[in-house]
Nanobody, 125 residues
Framework: QLQLVESGGGLVQSGGSLRLSCAVSGFTLDSTAIGWFRQAPGKEREGVSCISRRGRTTDYADSVKGRFTISRDNAKNTVYLQMNSLKPEDTALYYC??????????????????WGQGTQVTVSS
């Protein structure tokens, strides 16, 4: 059974940085694409970034492009989301998700079958 566990969230001031981690078990990481999503209170869940099985393809939402970087360490079975220049509007519960059948990567929620429990990111102004 594929399981994902997010960590690294917290409270940070506007302009600060955080690095989120998504630890994957039950699958070798190079067999699955990973996406990062977020959901703010009262808003729909949105795709933030994604990375393909071997890291050759990445994609970012326009709202985070140039500030967030997704990467993966297949040896550690972990995917990271480096978040710089954080803004209050980045405040949300952040989730990672996996889809072993996906070639390339995608930010649509419907693509992913396995989800973590989320880690809270709060950016103060």
């Amino acid at each position: 059974q594929l399981q994902l566990v997010e960590s690294g969230g917290g409270l940070v001031q506007s302009g600060g940085s955080l690095r989120l981690s998504c630890a994957v078990s039950g699958f070798t990481l190079d067999s699955t694409a990973i996406g990062w999503f977020r959901q703010a209170p009262g808003k729909e869940r949105e795709g933030v970034s994604c990375i393909s099985r071997r890291g050759r393809t990445t994609d970012y939402a326009d709202s985070v492009k140039g500030r967030f970087t997704i990467s993966r360490d297949n040896a550690k079975n972990t995917v990271y989301l480096q978040m710089n220049s954080l803004k209050p509007e980045d405040t949300a519960l952040y989730y990672c998700a996996a889809d072993p059948l996906l070639t390339g990567c995608g930010r649509a929620i419907s693509v992913y079958d396995y989800w973590g429990q989320g880690t809270q990111v709060t950016v103060s102004s």
